[in-house]
């Protein structure tokens, strides 16, 4: 079995992220119900399992049991299928200062993976060459895109045909949530 490049990871999770986006409404709020119905036995069991040792020398084991059993809900659901949002979801470190007063370097960015259509105005991470970039992207008149960042006066705005947007920029997906790293 090979690994995949980062790129190739972000590539296939794209993929998988597009196909869910058009799968049918209803089966997915099923499998997610089903997701969370397998995340709480497996908490269940593991809180079960992990306070039947209550010997203060045995903490270690009683932690060892109830991680143990706390991952039966995850394999539950990658066994059995269900569907947990959370896979369309990816970490991404902020790195240099392209979006300061936002976000400075050492922040991490939630993206979503399934939100690739341009919302104006709003941040994206995306993939310029061999290289990931936090940046604003906006609708202009004349099928064009601009993208720019916060700190503009360093980073100048430049614009993208939307024809060969995909040539020159993937779109990995919309931030949706930023968190500082202290």
Not at 12 to 22: G, H, M, N, P, Y
Request: glycine content about 10%; hydrophobic content about 50%.
């Amino acid at each position: 079995m090979g690994f995949k490049r980062p790129d190739e990871i972000v590539e296939a999770a794209c993929t998988i992220s597009r196909v869910k986006t058009e799968a049918d409404p209803r089966k997915l709020l099923v499998l997610g119900f089903l997701a969370g119905a397998y995340i709480a036995f497996g908490c269940t069991v593991g809180i079960c399992t992990g306070k039947c040792i209550t010997a203060p020398e045995l903490a270690g084991l009683s932690k060892l049991l109830f991680g143990g059993t706390f991952a039966l809900g995850p394999v539950l659901i990658v066994i059995a299928g269900a569907e947990m949002f959370a896979a369309n979801l990816a970490l991404v470190d902020v790195v240099g200062d392209s979006m300061e007063t936002v976000l400075s370097e050492g922040d991490a960015v939630l993206i979503d993976l399934s939100q690739t259509d341009i919302i104006s105005g709003k941040a994206y991470v995306i993939r310029i060459g061999d290289e990931l970039l936090v940046k604003y992207l906006q609708h202009l008149p004349g099928d064009l895109i601009q993208v720019f960042s916060e700190n503009s006066s360093i980073y100048p705005p430049f614009t993208v045909n939307v024809k060969d947007l995909e040539a020159e920029i993937f779109i990995i997906g919309r931030v949706v949530a930023s968190a500082h790293m202290w």
